[in-house]
């Protein structure tokens, strides 16, 4: 019998549908796939195993009576920073202990809504702060890509690490992430996995905690493009309990998948190309750009002057978001308390016991970047700045540019523990030196694996789009992931 | 800008993050390397350039003002580490 945790979302659903094999032996398929690699991965750190036999089930009387829903059936992961309604949701921290919340988020929901199987809850960075998956309170996340004879464990990247790994190693048939500088397309990166992050307004950020108010934005890691196309269709909508929510509708994003790239303008930024980048990195991006162009696209140089400021200008603006959303977990509604002589004490006792490492210092620059005689000079010149990076791709755009390839990352998965990225801070952040400017300008991107390493890791490629143009990303990123044609599937060994 | 110890702890003490004395070294030098890594903005030349107050252009919506939710503390405090007859309870505020 086939393995069907080795279906793509759209084969699943398919399947399903011819009732080749029913809801529930899938989703025991991947609760036996999760209870196998989980010690070695540990990518999940809630497995709801009865809820998901139950959603299955009931999946399954739909299927039967030809009542299916558009996900009926299919077993997905969900990232602890989701909602889920009397179900773990942590945000991977201690601070958060033992929070299960009275509601589901507005994009959960959606999922529920479209017949979708939750399997659990997915490991992350603490808070979504990190691109390595280290900083969760429950350990590292252990990416299921090994370099060419090496058992190093590398990491899946972050803060979606979980989310990456699970996709990548089987264990769940898409997963649901979140992206704030990066946290959706560099682990997809890291793990041979499609990432989108939509463009701000396009899910709801209701019931998903806060890290950055004016940056985050939920979407899927998949296997395939179609795959995320067909998750971001259920997860994207209107939500009136998010005042940044658009009200636009929803196209059919699995549609666009096949449109290709004919007559398509394809930017190609020339800040992109940073000094010390590897040269497989630039080479890798060239080829991207031979693909498009073989289906008819039209390669063109383009300008982002203000690249560089992205990245310095998003270590103020993403902590002083955050010092602000965090400020609510003091030990008095919900999660861990740590008593003091007196309530301060308390707060301060909890909040220091709470918050992981990485987590205190953003909160720590977020609070001093705000603090008095320092607003104007941190934060509000910050915001300037990110004026001036959205203006850059606004003027590309009027200029005829449909989409922007860059590459996703500036290298391929490192080890867990690296020396280097522990002992600064910065140059863990620099990570995300390609992604970031997407978050600052609200715009849609999507990572696609394209190639791999000298060592045989996979890298991806980034396509940067138009406001609510995730359909030219679909159809863009659907030719690179034709054209690259590789095997995208790490080779077992958990 | 630098940041001085006297400064990590009164950041500290505006988060209400505890600080101990063997960690104001180590928030230091990190929070240093931080702020060395954005001072590059100050290249920037950012004269008659608003400030970002929204990434898409929206005007935020307005509700009807009626009561749309609520009656149900009891599940707003299910998840408090203490609470009593539906009221969070913390240490005593006032003498």
Known sequence: MTDLTKLSLAAT?????????????????????????????????????????????????RLNSRDARPLEGVPLGIKDLFATKHVHTQAASHVLDDFKPEYESHVTQNL?????????????????????????????????????????????????????????????????????????RQPAAFTGTVGIKPTYGRCSRWGIVAFASSLDQAGPIARTVEDAAIMLTSMAGFDPMDSTSAEI?????????????????IGVPREYRMDGMPEEIETLWQQGLEWLKAEGATVKDISLPHTKYALPAYYIVAPAEASSNLARYDGVKYGLRVSGKDITDMYELTRAKGFGREVKRRVMIGTYVLSAGYYDAYYVRAQKVRTLIKRDFERAFADGVDAILTPATPSAAFGIADQDMNADPVKMYLNDVFTVTVNMAGLPGIAVPAGKDHRGLPLGLQLIGKPFDEETLFAAGRVIERSAGGEFSPEKWW | MAVDADTVRRIGRLARIRVEESEVA?????????????????????????????????ALRQREDKVTAGGHAERIVSNAPLSEDNFFMVPKVVE
């Open chain 1, 13 to 61: 659903r398919d399947g399903l549908s011819n009732r080749d094999f029913s809801a529930l032996e899938v989703t025991e398929a991947y609760l036996g796939a999760i209870e196998k690699a989980n010690p070695k991965l540990n990518a999940f750190i809630e497995v709801t195993a009865q809820q998901a036999r139950e959603m299955a089930e009931q999946s399954d009387h």
């Open chain 1, 112 to 184: 529920w809504n479209d017949g979708a199987v939750m399997l659990g809850k997915l490991n992350m960075d603490e808070f979504a702060m990190g691109s390595s998956n280290e900083t969760s309170h429950y350990g590292p996340v252990v990416n299921p890509w090994r370099a060419a004879g090496s058992n190093q464990d590398l990491v899946p990247g972050g803060s979606s690490g979980g989310s990456a790994a699970a996709v990548s190693a089987w264990l769940c048939a898409g997963a649901t992430a979140t992206d704030t500088g990066g946290s959706i």
């Open chain 1, 249 to 265: 509708a929803v196209p059919d994003f699995a549609a666009a998948v096949e449109r290709g790239v004919k007559g398509l303008t």
């Open chain 2, 26 to 58: 180590g928030y230091q030098s990190e929070l240093n390397a931080i702020l060395g890594f954005v001072e590059q903005l100050d290249e920037v030349d950012v004269s008659g350039v608003e400030p970002m107050t929204s990434v898409t252009p929206m």
